[in-house]
Protein backbone atom coordinates (compact mmCIF):
# COMPACT_ATOMS: atom_id res chain seq x y z
CA UNK A 1 0.00 0.00 0.00
CA UNK A 2 1.38 3.12 -1.19
CA UNK A 3 1.05 6.44 1.17
CA UNK A 4 -0.99 9.51 -0.67
CA UNK A 5 0.92 12.47 -1.34
CA UNK A 6 0.05 16.24 -1.64
CA UNK A 7 1.92 17.32 -4.54
CA UNK A 8 1.67 21.27 -6.17
CA UNK A 9 3.04 21.75 -9.93
CA UNK A 10 3.90 25.19 -10.53
CA UNK A 11 3.43 26.45 -14.47
CA UNK A 12 0.87 24.17 -14.74
CA UNK A 13 -0.82 24.39 -18.09
CA UNK A 14 2.13 23.55 -20.26
CA UNK A 15 2.14 20.03 -21.70
CA UNK A 16 5.02 18.84 -19.61
CA UNK A 17 3.69 20.42 -16.31
CA UNK A 18 0.00 19.12 -16.91
CA UNK A 19 1.58 15.14 -17.65
CA UNK A 20 3.43 15.45 -14.18
CA UNK A 21 0.03 16.46 -12.31
CA UNK A 22 -1.88 13.97 -14.02
CA UNK A 23 0.47 11.36 -13.62
CA UNK A 24 0.66 11.87 -9.88
CA UNK A 25 -3.16 12.10 -9.52
CA UNK A 26 -3.28 8.85 -11.58
CA UNK A 27 -1.22 7.14 -8.85
CA UNK A 28 -3.85 8.55 -6.30
CA UNK A 29 -2.08 11.37 -4.97
CA UNK A 30 -3.62 14.85 -4.49
CA UNK A 31 -2.40 17.18 -7.59
CA UNK A 32 -2.52 21.00 -7.27
CA UNK A 33 -1.77 23.63 -9.96
CA UNK A 34 -0.68 26.93 -10.32
CA UNK A 35 0.42 29.31 -12.84
CA UNK A 36 0.01 33.29 -13.02
CA UNK A 37 -3.65 33.14 -14.70
CA UNK A 38 -5.90 30.75 -14.20
CA UNK A 39 -6.97 30.41 -17.71
CA UNK A 40 -4.59 28.27 -18.65
CA UNK A 41 -4.75 25.52 -15.67
CA UNK A 42 -8.76 25.82 -15.32
CA UNK A 43 -9.43 23.35 -18.28
CA UNK A 44 -6.91 20.95 -17.13
CA UNK A 45 -9.26 20.80 -13.35
CA UNK A 46 -12.54 20.84 -15.13
CA UNK A 47 -11.41 17.70 -17.43
CA UNK A 48 -9.16 16.27 -14.43
CA UNK A 49 -11.58 16.38 -11.40
CA UNK A 50 -8.66 14.62 -9.42
CA UNK A 51 -6.69 17.21 -10.18
CA UNK A 52 -7.66 19.25 -6.60
CA UNK A 53 -6.95 23.11 -6.74
CA UNK A 54 -6.56 25.72 -9.05
CA UNK A 55 -4.58 28.75 -8.37
CA UNK A 56 -3.53 31.58 -9.71
CA UNK A 57 -1.01 33.89 -8.38
Not at 14 to 41: C, N, Q, S
Amino acid sequence: MTDKKAILVIGAGDAAADAIAKGFAKEGHIAGVTRRTVDKIQPLVDVHPVIGAAIAF
